[in-house]
Structure formats: C-alpha cells, structure tokens
C-alpha cells in the first residue's frame, strides 16, 4: 500500500529506513478497523468477527516493516488502548461515518487520545470509512465536527474510504499545496494550516 509522505517524514527521524514502524489502529466498535487492515493486507475479508482483544498484521513497504496493531473498540475495552501507546509511530483512527449518532463519542475518544503523553505528536491518519453507505457524512463534514483544524501540534489527515469496497484504503499523506510539516526542537512534527485529503 501507499506511504509517500508519512514514510518519509518517519525515515527522516530513524536512523535507517529498514526500520520497523509501529502503527496503532483505533476507533469504536463497529467502526470497520480490522475490515480496513485485512483491505490493507490484502487478505480475505468475507468473515469478520468483533476484535476482542487485538490483532497483528507486519507488511513490508518502501523499506520499512509495518507492525499494525488493530485494538478492539468496545466501550470496556478502550481503557486498555493506553497499554499499546509505547512506540507508536502514526496512529489511525477510523469513524463509521454512516453511525451519526455516535460522531460526539467517536469525537470524545480522539480528542481524549490526542491528550495523551505517549503519543504526543505522532502523526495521525483519519479513515472516515463506509463512504459506500447512502447515510454516510463526507469527511468535510466529519472534519468540521470533530474540530481538526484546531490540531496544531501534529501532522494529521482525514481520508474517505470504504473498507468493504477497499475505495480510499491507502495511508496516504500528502505535503504541499500550501501546507507543510516541520519538526520542532523537542522533535515533533507540528502541521501548518490543515492536512487534509478530503
């Protein structure tokens, strides 16, 4: 799958491009995170069943090993999340954009996990998923709602996919346009203006 601009700007902070790079795959139950990594894995995904606990998927890519670690969604799992933050490289969270009735608490969450030390500036994907359902709200819409303007401290992107077609489903993060990234002292990435591929 696709990586330009989120690899390099992780090969510019490893030491070597053969590195590996931890991916924390997130968002509520029901969401489509495991349908969307079977998509980027290119694996089978006719039989999907709710992540209990977590699963692991490594893909080779432009040099780098990427260790995706999908974490279930339940409401009494989410507590949990805060164990798999050590290390993470980019972080994705993925919103069922068809469930309007949940976007305040999908919004809690990444808000809640944009607070957290542990993944103080890392780079953050947004999968608005199931753009291939009528009632689904196109991630303009999701990005005014969740306030992702207000992000200044990271580089971050929202992207519109349908896990189930495999529409969208690639990490893509594009520079340019009248946007960049620049790293500060404390080694961060802050963004400047909004990142986004809607």
Known sequence: FHLKGLLSILRKLKSAPDQEVRILLLGLDNAGKTTLLKQLASEDISHITPTQGFNIKSVQSQGFK????????QRKIRPYWRNYFENTDILIYVIDSA???????????????????????VPV????NKQDLLTAAPASEIAEGLNLHTIRDRVWQIQSCSALTGEGVQLVYLPGRGHSAVRTRQGCFRALGAVTNI
Do not use: H, P
């Open 99 to 121: 469930d309007r009735k949940r976007f305040e608490e999908t919004g809690q969450e990444l808000a809640e996990l944009l607070e957290e030390e542990k993944l103080s500036c």
């Open 66 to 73: 990427l260790n995706v670690w999908d974490i279930g969604g």
């Open 125 to 128: 994907l947004i999968f608005a």
